[in-house]
């Protein structure tokens, strides 16, 4: 493929010196040129198949293309494929070789008039040479000028023009030596919206949780003819084909596959006038701006969507990369400056990147959530970018996979430290003057309730206890088991004995403190009313037992049993009403 | 705690019922009487543990309930007045604190302009700023408008926590939650704070329950800290919104009442003093207050009561020092009459030599609901500015309208100084809910506290009820497995028959009530409060979902086409949001205080062609937007907001009258339209 490199070289010397002198060039002569203009779009797509002929005896390893000026500043794109691929690299005597060449123009189309008004139709004018422009000898020669299915206004008629249909055919024309031209102008009506994105910024941003997300910033013009007068929205609606057929309604946009959480909106909001169908090849996003645009009209706006990681991201010796499409994947819509921005991950390093074409580098940082360091940025610029240019690039780089721990570490870290600070809040002691009666107060206070809380629970191990005591009762009546009643009798009166002797220091405590004087009163009633409870348990403990050891019964064990009974229930609810009581404070 | 004392009991149990194999049955019953007792002990942690649960879903309630909007449309900034804070906040977080408050705006009301930083009340800007700043610090990356959008919910659900501390305040802990959960969801005040509502009252109703609720603090303790918490608090409210008149009108107004029941103490006079005080000194910090504190009418009241406190202080402490009572009464005499007349003299001079400005248009029509419609037609011409329909009441507050008189009734039974403050609140709030719609919002807080106390206070009646009656069974149940005599106790159930059934009934009525005001309220936000009226949705003929997006399509043309340096103009309305969202300046815009300006628009706006033209010429105006909602029937348009046009117009420049826009005293715009309409 090495020719092939050749002539794309070559060419660019050429566009840049287009009046070039004859006398650097060989004895190649074109045997046949085939051209088709494609006007059916706002972008001008000329395919041109050249047969290329060797006339002379030196072999010739180049081939020059040559454009007129006026066509070469809107030069977006050019690729020249050879059809026979086995040739050897440089043609000789009387080789012949067929050059297939395809040219993009931007901005070809000129709207004329230049101004309508709502109701009028787009007529846009277009030139061209009718004669194929080259530096060799053409032998035959012709060329077929497509247009949109609707009116022709005017065209230039040389000899040998035909039209069929919406094809304008100019040819066969022979044995025309080099440089002649013959200019052709053609003015036709097209309601092709020119939508051109006068910028456009894409930011492909990779996150390797499985995202990549991309944002893409348009600034859109309709470049066709100006709108002039008044524009009414009730006959825009009412008859859309007559009042206002030029005009820019949608944009439809071809995503990836598996795109997902797709947004349009701008700057003051979403856009509700979107849809998007999706397929496993393609999603379609069909996108209509605020209001139609018409010719001179602006609108800018945002769309953005996430794709799936494992599509576009791939490993390679120890590498990663990025393979991603360059250009918009917008329909028909030219870009006058393309900016991609690549957002890498924070950390990542040793970037290159691999381009189809050349484009402008650079590399910036951008700081997004959770960043320290800010993420490193590639960006691609490249200006007149159309539809063609939607190949794939590539953006090498290497990142360890630990790094992405980092963020997920830093909000734990960062929650922990939040809890731990409330705990260490709740903890430390704040107050200023250490010796202030207030925080004297509220020293004994605290130390008053935390002696009262051991009250409670001890006086709860009480209550359980004799819970335990009744319990031994109930077993009693079922087994007879008097032994087994006594035990638990002797461990229940020795922990009985050690609650007491607990209670002691506690109560002392209390007595002796002036923040407990409320509450004392109700701390020794139930103190005092839980002895009594438990001394009357014991003795209503110590009669059922003696009644079993004397085998006294039924009726007369219940008559002896019923007094203590009465009043154990009712001390056991003053006991839990004092209880409540105090836990309440 | 508990570990300590549930483990000796476990080793016994094992010790004791290791004896008796045939007693598995009855350890197990031990031991869910165990875990029992050990639950019962930590009853204070778990009403704890409740309370912080009951408060956090609470918060968390009251911000998501505020979300229906951005759920049904989009995360965008609603209504007029909002798109003015939001420009004023991307100007701060983008030129930075100083140069927005220098900022003078020739955007707006042109050709005079506007001093942005001297006209407005930069609290809520400076609050999403700070938070915008905090979050970006914090590496959270996110755009100034979703912090705007959220500001107001954020805010709404500080308010619960604030309402819940005011309620304990002033009742008891079941009230602050009960007050919370109402004012979470209470559409009064979620028409004002859902998100996108970006504006002052979002934040406002926070800083005026918190000024409430630390003033009445300060009240209970006599504490100095919490009368400059209350003061700073007040500094928040002025820096938001210019409904700070009501606090320093409300505050003196409870002050005297207390004075004048008697309940006059040294807590109030440091309370009352440190927040009168410093409030004011920083309340003049703000540009758009400055010297109006001391000097409008509006502030005389609290001014006034100052120095009554003085002298009150002073006749205590000569009261302290004479021993002889008639003695005392003569020299109060003396003082009071004095007092009143140095008072009377000082407001006559002062009013009369123009030091103290009169009282504005805007107060005057809350105490004269008619006023407005007499004098000032653009303050009468706000829709929200009309006096309230008792459907909107209905619609607003539900039950609690019925609950407020209950809570009121509780109120007074247990009358103290929080109670009075709540009752005076509740009182007063209501009355200028009557008079203007809008101000149902101030009043939401005071009615959801007091219906609070009313329902927290029944409900516990009620089971204070139930729960004697259950523990006596319950002690009845546990001796019956001893003895099983329970007779004796059952015959104390009998003494009140219905009552435990009348308690249940009375439980589940409450709790219908509640649900249908939780249902109530879910509906409101979700179909009426939660539209951000610049996007219009409606249901299609196939029940699809129409969406109208017209006025940011037109904002967004302007914005996009036509020269930065254009003029539009509209009807005021519109303005704020054409600077806004279109960028583009405008004639006249919400800010409505230049009457003669708007009366000019509203001139050009209601004469024939040739007329307004030259107007419009005069005015320098490239364009000109009106709003016609015939095609899609949308009803605001500017053909209803017409009348209001000529009225306004007609204030100023006598050519036009009304009449001649009338047939038969009809405004009516089809065929038999009046001849000065073009």
């Given at each position: 493929m090495g020719f092939r490199f050749d002539l794309l070289l070559l060419f660019t010397t050429l566009v840049l010196l287009s009046t070039i002198t004859p006398t650097v060039l060989s004895d190649v002569i074109l045997s046949k040129v085939d051209r088709r203009i494609d006007l059916t779009s706002q972008i001008v797509r000329v395919t041109s198949t050249l047969k290329v002929e060797n006339a002379g005896p030196d072999p010739v390893s180049e081939v020059l293309l040559t454009f007129p000026e006026i066509q070469a500043k809107d030069l977006a794109y050019l690729t020249a494929t050879l059809n026979e691929v086995s040739l050897p690299k440089a043609l000789g005597e009387g080789d012949s070789l067929t050059i297939d060449v395809l040219a993009v123009f931007t901005h070809a189309l000129r709207p004329f008039p230049e101004e309508i008004t709502q109701a009028d139709i787009q007529l846009v004018l277009f030139q061209d040479t009718?004669?194929?422009?080259?530096p060799y000898a053409v032998k035959v020669q012709s060329l077929t000028v497509k247009l949109p299915k609707a009116r022709i206004e005017t065209y230039t008629k040389l000899e040998n023009t035909n039209i069929h249909g919406s094809d304008i055919k100019y040819g066969p024309y022979e044995n025309l030596p080099p440089f002649s031209y013959a200019p052709i102008a053609v003015h036709f009506e097209t309601n092709q919206p020119f939508a051109v994105a006068q910028e456009l910024v894409r930011e492909i941003e990779i996150s390797h949780w499985g995202n990549v997300q991309v944002t893409e910033h348009y600034n859109v013009v309709h470049q066709g003819a100006k709108s002039k007068g008044e524009f009414s929205r009730l006959d825009f609606q009412a008859r859309p084909h007559l009042r206002g057929a030029s005009a820019l309604r949608n944009l439809v946009a071809k995503l990836p596959p598996r795109a997902h959480s797709i947004y349009y909106r701008d700057e003051i909001g979403n856009i509700s006038t979107s849809n998007v169908w999706g397929d496993p090849k393609k999603t379609e996003l069909v996108i209509e701006p605020r209001y139609p645009l018409f010719g001179g009209w602006r609108t800018t706006f945002t769309i953005g969507y996430g794709l799936p990681l494992q599509d576009f991201l791939f490993g390679l010796e120890g590498k990663r990369f990025l393979n991603f499409s360059f250009g918009s994947p917008i329909n028909d819509l030219i870009t006058d400056n393309l900016i991609v921005k690549v957002v890498l991950p924070e950390g990542s390093n040793d970037i290159s990147i691999s381009t189809p074409f050349p484009v402008k580098q650079g590399q910036e940082t951008k700081i997004s959530h959770?960043?320290?360091?800010g993420r490193p940025v590639v960006v691609l610029e490249k200006t007149n970018?159309?539809?063609?240019?939607n190949q794939y690039f590539q953006v090498y780089y290497r990142f360890n996979k630990l790094s992405m721990l980092r963020e997920p570490f830093m909000l734990i870290s960062g929650f922990f430290i939040l809890f731990v600070s409330c705990i260490l809040y709740m903890h430390v002691d704040m107050s200023i003057s250490k010796s202030s009666p207030s925080y004297l107060a509220k020293l004994q206070w605290d130390e008053v309730r935390a002696t009262i809380q051991q009250v409670v629970s001890i006086i709860n191990q009480c209550l359980s206890k004799h819970e335990r005591l009744e319990a031994s009762l109930h077993d009693l009546s079922r087994t007879g088991d008097v032994q087994a009643c006594k035990t638990a009798r002797k461990t229940a009166d020795s922990l009985f004995k050690e609650y007491s002797k607990e209670l002691k220091p506690l109560l002392s405590f209390l007595q002796s403190s002036p923040q407990a004087t409320q509450i004392l009163p109700k701390v020794e009633e139930l103190v005092a009313k839980e002895k009594e409870l438990q001394e009357r348990l014991i003795a209503k403990h110590s009669t059922i037992v003696d009644c079993y050891e004397k085998k006294i019964g039924g009726r007369e064990l219940e008559n002896r049993v019923a007094s203590h009974q009465q009043k154990v229930v009712a001390l056991k609810q003053e006991v839990d009403d004092l209880l409540d009581y105090i836990e309440e404070i | 705690m508990a570990v300590t004392k549930t483990e000796p009991i476990n080793g016994s149990t094992t010790k004791s019922s290791a004896p008796p194999s045939t007693s598995m049955p009855l350890k197990s019953d031990l031991l869910s009487i165990l875990s029992l007792k050990s639950l019962r002990l930590k009853t204070k942690q778990q009403e704890l543990l409740i309370r912080v649960s009951i408060l956090c879903l609470v918060y968390v309630l009251a911000f998501i309930t505020r979300l229906f909007s951005v759920l049904r449309y989009e995360s965008m900034i609603h209504e007029f007045d909002p798109y003015f804070n939001y420009r004023t906040t991307l100007f701060l977080t983008q030129k930075g604190f100083y140069e927005f408050w220098n900022w003078f705006d020739s955007e707006s009301w042109y050709p005079l302009g506007r001093i942005i930083g001297g006209t407005l009340y930069p609290g809520l800007m400076v609050t999403a700023a700070m938070m915008y700043w905090g979050l970006r610090f914090l590496r959270f990356a996110v755009h100034i408008r979703e912090v705007c959008v959220l500001t107001a919910p954020f805010f709404a659900s500080n308010t619960t926590l604030v309402a819940y501390f005011f309620g304990k305040e002033i009742w008891d802990t079941g009230a602050g939650l009960v007050a919370a959960v109402l004012i979470a969801i209470c559409p009064g005040y979620i028409s004002r704070s859902?998100?996108?509502?970006?504006?002052n009252e979002g934040v406002a109703i926070f800083a005026l329950l918190l000024t409430f609720y630390l003033f009445v603090k300060a009240v209970n303790t006599g504490s100095l800290a919490w009368g400059l918490a209350s003061a700073f608090g007040y500094f928040y409210m002025v820096s938001a919104w210019g409904g700070y008149v009501f606090i320093i009108n409300l505050i003196p107004l409870y002050v005297l009442a207390l004075l004048i029941t008697g309940r006059y103490s040294m807590r109030l006079y440091v309370a009352y003093n440190c927040m009168y005080v410093l409030g004011m000194l920083l309340a003049m910090q703000i540009r758009f207050v400055g010297f109006q504190h001391v000097q409008s009418g509006e502030h005389m009241a609290a001014m006034g009561v100052f120095f009554l406190m003085q002298v009150f202080y002073f006749l205590d402490w000569v009261k302290h020092l004479l021993n002889d009572k008639k003695l005392f009464e003569a020299f109060l005499r003396i003082t009071v009459t004095c007092a009143v007349g140095v008072g009377a003299i000082a407001l006559g001079v002062g009013t009369a030599s123009g030091y103290i400005s009169p009282w504005s248009g805007r107060f005057y029509s809350l105490l004269d609901p008619t006023y407005a419609k007499d004098h000032i037609p653009i303050i009468a011409s706000?829709?929200?500015?009309?006096p309230t329909a008792w459907s909107s009441f209905m619609f607003d507050f539900h039950i609690l309208l019925f609950l407020f008189p209950a809570g009121l009734y509780f109120c007074f039974k247990r009358l103290s100084d929080a109670t009075i403050f709540i009752v005076m609140y509740g009182l007063t709030s209501m009355y200028f809910a009557g008079v203007m719609v809008r101000l149902i919002l101030v009043a939401t807080p005071a009615v959801c506290l007091i219906s609070a106390i009313a329902v927290s206070a029944t409900i516990k009646n009620l089971t204070m009820l139930l729960r004697t009656k259950s523990k006596v069974s319950q002690t009845g149940s546990t001796k019956g497995t001893g003895g099983g005599k329970t007779s004796s106790k059952a015959m104390l159930d009998q003494s009140q028959p219905f009552q435990r059934n009348g308690a249940i009934a009375l439980l589940f009525g409450a709790f219908y009530l509640l649900s249908r005001y939780a249902i109530h309220c879910t509906w409101v936000t979700s179909?009426?409060?939660?539209?951000?009226?610049?996007v219009l949705a409606a249901r299609g003929a196939h029940g699809n979902r129409v969406i109208f997006d017209d006025y940011r399509e037109a904002y967004y043309w302007l914005r996009q086409n036509t020269p930065p340096d254009a003029k539009v103009m509209s009807w005021w309305d519109y303005g704020y949001q054409i600077t806004a969202m279109g960028n583009r300046t405008v004639i006249v815009d919400n800010n409505t205080w230049n009457n003669t300006h708007i009366a000019t628009v509203g001139r050009a706006m209601s004469s024939y062609e040739d007329e307004a033209y030259e107007i419009m010429r005069s005015l320098d105006v490239d364009y000109v937007l009106v709003v016609f909602g015939g095609v899609t029937g949308y009803s605001s348009d500017d053909i209803n907001k017409f009348l209001w046009m000529v009225r306004i117009g007609g204030g100023v420049f006598p050519v036009i009258k009304e009449p001649d826009y009338l047939v038969n005293g009809e405004y009516r715009v089809d065929k038999v339209c009046s001849p000065p309409r073009v």
């Open positions: 009718a004669h194929y422009l080259s959770l960043d320290v360091a970018v159309v539809p063609e240019h | 859902v998100a996108g509502s970006y504006d706000v829709s929200e500015h009309q179909e009426a409060y939660s539209s951000p009226s610049i």
